[in-house]
């Protein structure tokens, strides 16, 4: 099993940094990919970011420049620093994990619970 806790949500000025923590609890799992998901009410959850097992990183465009994911392997751990907020990054935050468990060779996604970020004006 894959559970995972998210951190590091709140209330920012506009411009200001937040940085998001997702660390994941496993048993019998190998983690794949690690990603930022970001969900407004009435819109669907949309991709924010993407990290690799291998270290390979995607950013959706309108994050570029802003956005850095990373993980720390050895805590099961991604992380989202995120700068020049603005107020339309205002979203619940979530992330997901792939993971491969060990034992069967099956690979499962599995969703944090989400954490509100919250840009003003």
């Known amino acids: 099993q894959v559970q995972l806790v998210e951190s590091g949500g709140g209330l920012v000025q506009a411009g200001g940094s937040l940085r998001l923590s997702c660390a994941a609890s496993?048993?019998?799992?190998?983690?794949?990919?690690m990603e930022w998901h970001r969900q407004t009410p009435g819109k669907q959850r949309e991709l924010v970011a993407t990290?690799?097992?291998?270290?390979?990183?995607n950013y959706r465009a309108s994050v570029k420049g802003r956005f850095t994911i990373s993980r720390d392997n050895a805590k099961n751990t991604v992380y989202l620093q995120m700068n020049s907020l603005k107020p339309e990054d205002t979203a619940v935050y979530y992330c997901?994990?792939?993971?491969?468990?060990?034992?069967?060779?099956?690979?499962?996604?599995?969703w944090g619970q989400g954490t509100q970020v919250t840009v003003s004006s």
């Open positions: 997901r994990v792939t993971a491969t468990q060990i034992s069967s060779t099956r690979t499962f996604q599995y």
């Open positions: 990290v690799t097992n291998g270290g390979s990183t």
């Open positions: 496993v048993s019998d799992f190998s983690i794949n990919s």
